[in-house]
Each structure stands twice: as structure tokens, then as C-alpha cells.
């Protein structure tokens, strides 16, 4: 009782109150002044430190003079008062310079992080130039189904910010989205992705307002740059990412490559923009093993985009993007789609002449078309405009590959990884090209980084292509056991469990290009009876060989034909004419399949087709021809390897008991079984 009545005849009590009244009035004036004049968020951060910092002394001061007959400082006092002043300077400091919070960063340690992210077996990233990391941007909307604008909007700054400077390196999306389900601090982020700055922001929208708050931190000295907010109506918002970008810019000190180009709205109607986002979005993340309805759906909302805003420019560059890749991976190889695409890339062109962009997607439409020189000239002239991304030096690299060039699409690969390193697909079409030029240690580490960072989605493709190229280099059984889970013909399993195995599978497709030969939805194709046919000339039952393949011949027959898929209709002919035992018919079509796939138009597709020509040869009796074309194509790139033909017992069955076939495959598999990839 006597303390209580000590503190309030030395009226702490009261100072103390009064103190805090005016404290939280100075802090809440101070965040209404940041907000509205855009200061760095440290300047909120230290007027409340010293706020905080100033209570202790103000108490202080009471005890000793709240009392109306202490008006003199004393040695105690002094003491007590110079320790708190260095104790709140420490503290201040701290505070102020300490290390990136959840708070300040965005972005909370998770229990279990993913394990750092670097480039594939690439040194570290040493930055020559800014290097600009991106982070999610978080959704701070009233209704959470507007998380689609937010993805939308970073997704746009982020492309913008990559096209704007030679100068900057920006860090793609598809790695940046690793991320929000594993967040990290920034200077974490920072050291992971070799990133010289970093820039992290929120979305809200709500009815027709949209604010965009950003702020981009200097990832060396973890100091505070800039920070702005952008409050814009919706039709407004839709320019923002030029804004971002030379602001962006200027606090980097790079120069844009457009400096006087006046920020274009893609469209004025608010829907059109919703669903194209929602389009644009969906189509980042499809796969090949996704149902076609959801393709389908994206693209039905690229056209009802278009449908409210005809002149839609970006909607009809992207509605062209997925219809290409719906094409590539045979969901509709039909003429109508190859008309639609066309149709999509000229209105594109003309309501946006001399867009950078448009040469990249010219360059895939040419691709496309097996114009692989023209493409190759299309995605120069895009880079040396301007347009930079790692899907464009992917593509390059496909191009470069398809044309004979393997070797040298590694550099640009590697470009890739620097600037998307968490993206599994390309780092397994770098494992690919890498099996190709053997060196086969490499593709096997670049596939096992894929799979580590593809997530359930990629891992069945994934662990398919890793254990092909294991087995295709050691003809380890295991490994091949994992590319195709039970009983195996070419392992040499009994007979009646291959055949279970092949009829307990609820579709069977002798190859992943088999749907150039027909467009989606027009029956199931000659998939199975080919395998039983394959089986059947496997086990030496040329009757039931027959059989089959003549059901799947019927079968081709009634497909009708695809642009490009010529040259594979008639390997497929050649196929079921080898089990038919027409070995005259297999080898006409053989050679018509290497006729319409020249090694001068397209390597993977002629090696494809040389490579299924060997037994027809064989057993055409054609076997000094068969065996200088293994020959041949060991030595090329890509190659022929062990796991092609030397455990194959279609090759077996068509060389018989050559001598010189045999002793080939026994020297191939010594060299296999000696072959180490860990």
C-alpha cells in the first residue's frame, strides 16, 4: 500500500496514461501520413520504436519529478536515465535494421521448406546485372474468388517487368509460385534464387476499386527502396503493370527499352478481362495428363473474352498459344484447328502490329509447321526486340534440337534454369538433351531435381522418363520396372503374365506421338490390337500375330489422316505389316516413313523412324543393311542405346540367330552392365 500510495503522490500513474494517449495518437497520425504520401514502411517502424522506447523514460521522469518538491535532477536519476536512453538506442536499432519479419517480408518460415532452389548442374547465380525476384503477390480482397486477379496482376507486372530491359534479369513465374505454398523469408528467397532485389506486394479488389501495394527491397542490405500504393478503378488497373515497370526501373537504375511507350489498356470491358485472366491462368498449369475437358474449358473462355471485346489482341495470341499446344500433344491435330490457330495469330498481328511478342508466336506456329530455320530466325528477332522468358529459350532449344543442333542448345538451357529454376518440365527436357549428347550421370540428376520440384502432377511423367534413360543405359530390370510397373515383355517375363498385364490396362498407346496419326475423340485407334500383335510376333505365334495386326490395320484405315502425322501413319503401317509377316509390304512402308521424315527436315522424327525400320530390314532379309543402320545410329545424336534393341524381342525375332547380331547385343550389354549414372 505504500508503494501504490507512493506512485500516485508522484503522479506516475498519470503521466504514464497521458503519455499513452498521446503515443497512440502520434502512431496512428504517422500511418495515415505514410499511407497517403507513400513513405518507406521504416519510418512507421521507428516512430513507433521510439515511442515505445520513451515510455520507460517518461515514467522515470514522473517518479522523480511528478512530486511537487523534487524539482532538481539527482545522481540517480541521471543514472537511471542515461541507461535507458543506451538501452533504447540498442533497441532502436534492432527494431529498426533487424532482420525481415512475417510482417515486414510477407512471407513466414514454413516447418518444411523445400529444399533450396538452384539452377541444375549449374554454378550458383552470380548476378551481373539486377536480378529481380517477384513474389506472389497476397490476395487481400473481401471475396476470396477474386484470388484469380490477383495471380493475374503478378503474372502481368512480372511479364512486363522481364520484356522492359535488357538490363534486368526477372526470375519466372512458374518458380516465383513455388513460393506461396512454401514460404520463406525474403533474404532466404533472395540467396536461394541468386536475386539482387525483391519485390513483394498485395491485391485488393473490391467492386470496381483496385489497390496495388508494393514495395521492392534491396536483397544485399535488406534495405527498403521504394514502396507505393496504386489505387485505380478496374478498367484503369489494366495498365498498371507499365507503371510498375518504369517506376520499377527507375529505382534500379536500368534503362527500358521502350521508355516513351504510353501504357495500352488490353481491353475496356472489365468481363472480357476477368475471363481472360481465368483463362490465362488455367492454361500455365495444364498438362498432358489432364482431361481435355478442362483444355476445353480455358479455351471456351478465351472465346467468350473475345466474344464481349473483338478486339482483344492478347486474348487471341493466347487462345492461338493453347490451341498450338492443344495441337502439339494431339488433342485436335484436325485441319479446322490448324485453320483456327492460323485465324487467331493474324487477327492478333492485326490489332497489334510490331509486338515483340507476336515473333514468338510466330516462331511456334513455324515450328509447328517443321519450319524449324524460319522459327529459329522468328525467336532472335524476339529476343533482340526485347521479349525474354525462360519458355522462350525452351522453345529455341527445341528448335535448335529438332534441327540437329543437341549440343548446342545446352547453353540455352542453362539460360533457362538461371532464370526458372523451379520448373520441372524444362529441367526434364534438359535431363532429355542431355541423354541425347550421353551424358547420361547429368540427364538422371536433372530428372531426380524435376521430380523434387514438379510436385504429384509431373511425377508419373517424371519417373517414366527418369527410368527410361536409366534402362536405356545400363538395362538395369528395375529400372525399367518403374518406367512399366508389371509384367514386361522385353524383360523376358513369361507370357501369360504379359498377357494379363496388357488386359487388365485400360488403354494401351505403343508410343507418346501416336495421336499425330488421329484426332481426339474419333474412337480408340489400333492402340491395343497393335500390342497384342507385338506381343504375339514377340512369342513366335504368327497366326495370332496376324490376326492382330490385320484388326489394327482395319482399324488405321478408317482414321483419316493428319497434317504431319504421315510419316508415323506409315511407320505404323510398316509395324503391322512386319507381324502380318509381310515383309515386302513392311518394307515399302519403312521406307515411305523415312521418306516423309528426312533427317534434314526434323532428327527426332527421322531417328524414330530409322530406328523402328531395323527389324523390318532384318527380317526382310536385309541384314548387313539393318546392322549398318544400329551402327549408324549409336554414333548419332540423338542415339541409338542398349535399352533400344539389345533386350527387344522384336529385333531378336527379326535377326533370328544372326551370329553377328548376337554378338553385338552380348558386347552392348557387358558395356551396359559396366555403365555406373551414381
Do not use: C
Not at 476470396?144 to 496482376?153: H, K, R, V
Not at 492478333?348 to 502490329?353: F, G, S, Y
Request: glycine share 6%; no cysteine; aromatic share 8%.
Amino acid at each position: 500500500m505504500r508503494t501504490w500510495r507512493r506512485i500516485l503522490a508522484h503522479k506516475v500513474l498519470q503521466w504514464g496514461l497521458a503519455y499513452s494517449g498521446a503515443a497512440l495518437a502520434i502512431a496512428h497520425g504517422t500511418t495515415l501520413l505514410a499511407e497517403a504520401y507513400d513513405w518507406p514502411r521504416f519510418v512507421s517502424r521507428l516512430v513507433v520504436t521510439l515511442l515505445v522506447v520513451g515510455l520507460p523514460l517518461v515514467l522515470t521522469l514522473a517518479w522523480y519529478h511528478g512530486h511537487r518538491h523534487l524539482q532538481n535532477f539527482s545522481v540517480p536519476e541521471l543514472t537511471i536515465v542515461s541507461l535507458l536512453i543506451l538501452i533504447g538506442g540498442g533497441l532502436t536499432l534492432a527494431l529498426v535494421r533487424g532482420p525481415a519479419t512475417p510482417a515486414e517480408g510477407g512471407h513466414a518460415a514454413a516447418p518444411a521448406a523445400r529444399a533450396p532452389i538452384k539452377p541444375a548442374s549449374a554454378p550458383a547465380v552470380i548476378a551481373s546485372k539486377p536480378r529481380l525476384a517477384i513474389l506472389p503477390f497476397e490476395n487481400l480482397s473481401p471475396d476470396p474468388a477474386n484470388a484469380f486477379f490477383t495471380d493475374g496482376l503478378h503474372e502481368e507486372v512480372l511479364t512486363e517487368l522481364a520484356n522492359s530491359s535488357k538490363a534486368l534479369e526477372v526470375i519466372s513465374r512458374t518458380t516465383m509460385m513455388l513460393y506461396r505454398s512454401a514460404p520463406k523469408p525474403v533474404e532466404e528467397i533472395a540467396r536461394e534464387l541468386g536475386a539482387t532485389h525483391v519485390l513483394e506486394g498485395s491485391v485488393r479488389r473490391e467492386g470496381q476499386d483496385v489497390r496495388l501495394t508494393l514495395q521492392l527491397i534491396d536483397a544485399r542490405t535488406d534495405e527498403h527502396l521504394w514502396a507505393q500504393n496504386f489505387d485505380r478503378k478496374l478498367i484503369k488497373a489494366m495498365t498498371l503493370q507499365s507503371e510498375v515497370a518504369k517506376q520499377v526501373a527507375e529505382q534500379l537504375a536500368v534503362q527500358l527499352i521502350r521508355p516513351d511507350q504510353q501504357a495500352q489498356a488490353a481491353t475496356s470491358d472489365a468481363l472480357a478481362y476477368d475471363l481472360y485472366l481465368k483463362a490465362h491462368l488455367a492454361a500455365q498449369v495444364l498438362t498432358v495428363i489432364d482431361p481435355i475437358a478442362v483444355w476445353r474449358t480455358a479455351e471456351a473462355q478465351f472465346t467468350q473474352a473475345i466474344a464481349r471485346d473483338p478486339n482483344f489482341a492478347r486474348a487471341y495470341a493466347e487462345r492461338f498459344d493453347l490451341r498450338a499446344t492443344m495441337y502439339f500433344i494431339n488433342i485436335d491435330t484436325s485441319d479446322e484447328a490448324w485453320n483456327r490457330m492460323r485465324a487467331d495469330l493474324n487477327a492478333a498481328e492485326r490489332l497489334r502490329p510490331n509486338d515483340a511478342e507476336w515473333l514468338a508466336y510466330e516462331a511456334k506456329w513455324s515450328a509447328l509447321d517443321q519450319e524449324y530455320a524460319h522459327a529459329l530466325a522468328l525467336l532472335e528477332a524476339a529476343e533482340s526486340a526485347g521479349y525474354a522468358s525462360s519458355k522462350l529459350l525452351q522453345t529455341r532449344a527445341d528448335v535448335m534440337g529438332r534441327s540437329g543442333l543437341f549440343p548446342e542448345t545446352l547453353p540455352m538451357l542453362d539460360r533457362a534454369a538461371a532464370l526458372d529454376p523451379g520448373n520441372a518440365f524444362m529441367l526434364a527436357y534438359r535431363g532429355a538433351v542431355l541423354a541425347y549428347v550421353r551424358r547420361p550421370a547429368e540427364a538422371v540428376r536433372s530428372l531426380d531435381l524435376a521430380l523434387e520440384r514438379g510436385g504429384p502432377n509431373y511425377a508419373l511423367s517424371g519417373k517414366f522418363i527418369r527410368a527410361q534413360i536409366q534402362f536405356s543405359y545400363t538395362l538395369d530390370p528395375e529400372a525399367r520396372r518403374v518406367a512399366f510397373p508389371g509384367p514386361d515383355l522385353q524383360l523376358g517375363d513369361h507370357e501369360a503374365e504379359v498377357r494379363q498385364a496388357v488386359a487388365g490396362a485400360p488403354e494401351l498407346v505403343p508410343s507418346g506421338a501416336w495421336n499425330l496419326l488421329i484426332p481426339a475423340g474419333v474412337g480408340p485407334g489400333p492402340g491395343r490390337d497393335l500390342i497384342e500383335a507385338e506381343i504375339d510376333f514377340g512369342f513366335g505365334h504368327r497366326e495370332a500375330a496376324e490376326t492382330s495386326a490385320r484388326k489394327a490395320l482395319d482399324i488405321l484405315a478408317r482414321q483419316p489422316p493428319t497434317r504431319h502425322g504421315g510419316w508415323f501413319r506409315e511407320l505404323t503401317v510398316s509395324n503391322l505389316k512386319l507381324y502380318m509377316g509381310d515383309s515386302a509390304g513392311a518394307l515399302s512402308a519403312a521406307r515411305k516413313a523415312i521418306a516423309l521424315a528426312p533427317r534434314s527436315v526434323d532428327v527426332v522424327h527421322w531417328t524414330i523412324a530409322s530406328e523402328s525400320a531395323i527389324p523390318v530390314l532384318a527380317a526382310a532379309g536385309r541384314k548387313d543393311e539393318a546392322l549398318a543402320l544400329i551402327e549408324q545410329l549409336t554414333n548419332a545424336v540423338p542415339p541409338l542405346l542398349p535399352g533400344d534393341y539389345a533386350q527387344n524381342l522384336v529385333f531378336a525375332r527379326a535377326f533370328g540367330d544372326d551370329a553377328r547380331f548376337r554378338a553385338l547385343t552380348e558386347k552392348v550389354r557387358a558395356q551396359a552392365r559396366a555403365t555406373k549414372l551414381n
